[in-house]
């Protein structure tokens, strides 16, 4: 290996990093978004710090046309999860798309279900807040990454 091919090396392995800090926060957004489906179907979830997770799981706003939007959720972190393996696999542009341009729409979402806690429905489920600090922090990941692509072309 020559020197020049260093900087290169060293700077794929950070990419690698970064996108696999990416896989952690979608896996634990994945996780996260099973128990909340779990929960729903049971029609029971335990709250530990907060006691407005049952009004906020069993509120007319926690569907979209009779899908739980828990089980919506558990999809897109699986859906992000699954294209940022295959990025860091074998650098899919297409992969690089959703992982690029999802979550930003991800935020945006959650930004919507975090007023509907806080201002209709009067309830707060600690777990739906962790789902949006995951989403939020996909999201600066994302524009992070856009950023950087900008910056290289």
């Not at 020559?2 to 060293?10: F, G, I």
């Not at 896989?23 to 996780?31: D, I, R």
């Not at 979830?45 to 907060?50: D, E, F, K, M």
């Not at 899919?92 to 945006?108: E, T």
Request: glycine share 6%.
């Amino acid at each position: 290996m020559t020197n020049s091919d260093k900087p290169l090396e060293t700077s794929f392995q950070n990419s690698n990093k970064f996108f696999f800090a990416v896989a952690g926060l979608a896996l634990v957004g994945f996780l996260d978004a099973i128990y909340l489906t779990v929960s729903h179907f049971t029609g029971h979830i335990a709250c530990s710090l907060i006691s407005g997770c049952q009004e906020v799981l069993t509120s007319q706003y926690s569907q979209i046309l009779g899908i739980p939007l828990a089980l919506l959720g558990a999809l897109y972190y699986f859906f992000i999860l699954i294209n940022t393996l295959l990025y860091i696999d074998n650098q899919n542009k297409w992969s690089k798309l959703v992982i690029l341009y999802l979550p930003i729409g991800g935020f945006i979402f959650s930004l919507y279900l975090i007023y509907l806690m806080f201002f209709v429905i009067n309830a707060l489920c600690q777990y739906c807040l962790l789902s949006a600090l995951t989403s939020t922090l996909l999201a600066i990941a994302s524009l992070t990454l856009i950023r950087k692509n900008k910056l290289i072309k």
